[in-house]
């Protein structure tokens, strides 16, 4: 899993996070991270706007949640090989759960 072909791919991934979490209410500004835990990962923000939600690169100074994959689970979860409540204890989150 080098970064060269990994992150691309996992980059294209995170692309969704906006409409996944369309539904989501939130306030402007709530932003929430994830990182997969690797040399090969990185780190994503998904930030509510006024209308909706938008995604940027990199970590974010004031996240309500922080949501750390472990890189070896991160595809086959991305991938629906497995569902998010069979990795939850692999998973390390930190502020609000919802």
Known sequence: MSRELFYP?????????PHTFRDKAAEKGTAIETRVASEAGGTWSSIKNTDRWKLEL???STPVAVVCIPIEFSWILFT???????????????????
């Open 80 to 98: 629906k090989s497995i569902r998010p409540h069979e990795i939850m204890n692999k998973v390390k989150t930190k502020g609000d759960k919802h």
């Open 9 to 17: 791919v996992f980059n294209t991934f995170f692309q969704a996070l």
């Open 58 to 60: 990199g970590a974010t």
